[in-house]
């Protein structure tokens, strides 16, 4: 046998796939930035930017969105207006702040940080804020019109994920793309934004039979099924592009998607990493939908 052939490699001249990673923080970046410089323009014309953050109760998670949400606020200069409440607020309380945020002409975008506690009832809150400050593209009225293809918020997260492929240079055209998980603010409207841009989709669900052979279809495989390190490389196509929307735990606590990173890097030609990857793109979309809710406003206006 051939020794040279057999011997490893050292470390430092194997593959390590690195710049297969799409850098989700650096693409962020990229779009606070440009989010910035738009508001600084609306600013020097005596225009503000103002994002109303409702935070009720005590959850952990939360606190630490709501305050990325502020940071990113303070980055783009637009002006962030937060509300903590009480984790025992009554449901009526919140509808009467809701309201007057509606009311209010210098609030344009309203976000309500899920989940709220027991005694508040979601949707009706939620259907509340009116349609034209839907910032987290949550309402009917932005869902319908994501799905007929007209103007109108789209939720953050699917949103970011469009945009990391597209600012890869990743043609969506004619792909397959297939999507583990049905959530509202995840797979289904990634199912209609995949649509518009000409995907053929495929959406997974729990019920769904031999799932890992739809996933070895996909030229595109966007994993939301909330389960750490669920894919490994013998569930994905070579040469296909994976978004790991996974936000968990693994064995050892540290935070992993629901993609196996390490062992699907040989194989896929593109994948987003946990954490860095589609996260940061989040909040990112968010600071532009504030900017789309003055444009809006403005065409109400016109
Ligand atoms: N909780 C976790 N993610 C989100 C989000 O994107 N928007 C809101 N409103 N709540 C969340």
């Known amino acids: 046998m051939n020794n040279e052939l057999t011997a490893r490699k050292p470390a430092s001249s194997r593959p390590d796939y690195r710049d297969r990673l799409i850098d989700g923080k650096k693409i962020a970046a990229e779009i606070k930035e440009e989010v910035r410089q738009e508001v600084s323009a609306l600013k020097d014309r005596g225009q503000e930017v103002t994002l109303a953050v409702v935070l009720v109760g005590n959850d952990s998670a939360s606190q630490v969105y709501v305050r990325n949400k ?7 200069g637009i002006r962030p207006l937060t509300y903590k409440l009480n ?5 009526e309380d919140l509808i009467h702040l809701i309201q007057e945020l509606n009311e209010r002409e210098d609030v344009n975008g309203i976000l309500v940080q899920l989940p709220l506690p027991r005694q508040i009832h979601e949707d009706k809150v939620l259907n509340l804020i009116r349609p034209d400050k839907d910032v987290d593209g949550f309402l009917p009225v932005s869902v319908g019109n994501l799905s007929i293809g007209r103007p109108g918020f789209q939720s953050c997260t699917p949103q970011g994920m469009i945009e990391l492929l597209k600012r890869s240079g990743i043609s969506i055209d004619g792909k397959h793309a297939v999507i583990v998980g049905r959530s509202n603010i995840v797979g289904k409207p990634m199912a209609m934004l995949l649509l518009r841009e000409n995907a053929t989709v495929t959406v997974c669900h729990s019920h769904t039979k031999n799932l890992r052979e739809l996933t070895r279809q996909a030229d595109i495989l966007v994993a939301a099924i909330g389960k750490p ?5 013998e569930d994905v196509k070579e040469g296909a592009v994976v978004l790991d929307v996974g936000m968990n735990r693994d ?3 540290k935070l992993c998607g629901d993609c ?3 062992d699907l890097l040989p ?7 946990v954490p860095g990857g589609v996260g940061p793109m989040t909040i990112a979309m968010l600071m532009r939908n504030c900017l789309y809710s ?5 065409d109400l206006a016109d």
Do not use: M, Y
């Open 70 to 76: 502020e940071k990113a606020c303070d980055f783009t």
């Open 87 to 91: 984790e025992d607020t009554k449901e």
């Open 229 to 233: 390190k669920f894919f490994h490389k």
């Open 251 to 253: 064995e050892n606590g």
């Open 260 to 262: 196996d990173t390490e």
């Open 267 to 273: 194989v896929v030609s593109r994948i987003t990493p």
């Open 294 to 298: 003055l444009r809006l406003k403005q």
